[in-house]
């Protein structure tokens, strides 16, 4: 898993609880594998396909600093695959676990196209 970028959590990123708001940390995760995908599919005509099961593992108050992780898990004719953590950056003690996110390259009419990767060059993309 490497984790790609960090996020300081302000009072605007907060619920009535005080924690850090789900949908906020989902719309960063979101935009961060997205970035992901298109890097490893070189095409910025990716979108969100499927997001598993979350599991909001413990929260993060003003002030925390968080990271984003991201590991490839699997490429389909159309599709790329993630899983995703996201962590405290001091404690490293995990906030929110996602087993799979999926993203689908389209075309012009949001229809999903090949991509043309294989399993052998994201493995080569993944040791640079």
């Known amino acids: 898993m490497k984790f790609y970028s960090r996020k300081l959590i302000k009072p605007g990123d907060l619920n009535a609880n005080n924690s850090l708001f789900g ?3 989902l719309k960063w995760i ?3 594998a997205g970035i ?3 890097t490893k599919l070189d095409s910025k005509q990716v979108v969100t396909k499927f997001i598993s099961e979350i599991d909001f593992v413990s929260s993060a108050k003003q002030g925390d600093v968080i ?3 991201l590991e490839f898990k699997a490429i389909g ?3 790329i695959t993630f899983s995703c ?3 405290n950056v001091f404690t490293k003690k995990a906030i929110i676990a996602i087993e799979k996110i999926v993203f689908v390259k389209i075309d012009a009419e949001e229809k999903p196209v090949p991509h043309g990767k ?3 060059t994201m493995n080569v993309q993944n040791q640079v």
């Open 23 to 25: 949908g906020a940390l």
């Open 118 to 120: 294989t399993i052998e």
């Open 30 to 32: 979101d935009e961060e």
């Open 36 to 38: 992901y995908a298109m």
């Open 77 to 79: 004719r159309t599709s």
């Open 67 to 69: 990271e984003i992780g």
């Open 85 to 87: 953590i996201v962590r």
